[in-house]
């Protein structure tokens, strides 16, 4: 079981929301050596922070040498901690991954529903934010399509057909 502790979060999307730490994660998950998560944190910063606020702090560890060091600790939302356990790859990581999957079809084929209007403006609004995620990427898709066209344009202007 991993450990899920209230923090309350400055996002309006995530407000309350519970967060787990990242060690606690990275134990649950089977992770050797627990902050080497933190590696594969650092490198889904946008798709964690699109999600909702990254809550990170910076602690003090003592080094090999007695010399002082500070490290960033992360506290994911449940979301953030689900999408990282998908990336994780560890055995641990699979299996919840495929729970998690499980469970996301069953959402998906209406199988699952809201137990009250709060539940249902809240499922609402993760549909839209994934419709503007959507959106995002499809806009950025075009241009570079649109880029790559206008360079390959470019390139046949110059050219002049022998005749």
Do not use: C, W
Not at 59 to 81: F, K
């Amino acid at each position: 079981m991993i450990p899920i502790t209230a923090a309350p979060a400055a996002h309006p999307l995530a407000f309350s929301e519970s967060t787990v730490q990242d060690l606690n994660l990275a134990k649950a998950l089977g992770y050797e050596r627990a902050t080497n998560i933190r590696v594969l944190i650092k490198r889904n910063l946008p798709m964690l922070e699109a999600m909702g606020p990254l809550h990170q702090a910076e602690a003090m560890v003592v080094i090999g040498s007695g010399a002082q060091r500070a490290i960033t600790e992360y506290r994911l939302t449940r979301a953030q901690a689900a999408f990282i356990i998908a990336k994780a790859g560890t055995k641990r990581a699979d299996s919840l991954a495929v729970s998690i999957a499980e469970i996301f079809a069953m959402a998906a084929d209406a199988r699952l529903v809201p137990v009250d209007a709060a539940a249902a403006a809240e499922l609402e609004t993760v549909d839209q934010r994934q419709k503007t995620r959507l959106a995002a990427i499809v806009a950025e898709e075009q241009e570079a399509r649109s880029g790559a066209f206008a360079s390959l344009g470019r390139g046949r202007s110059r050219r002049r057909r022998k005749r």
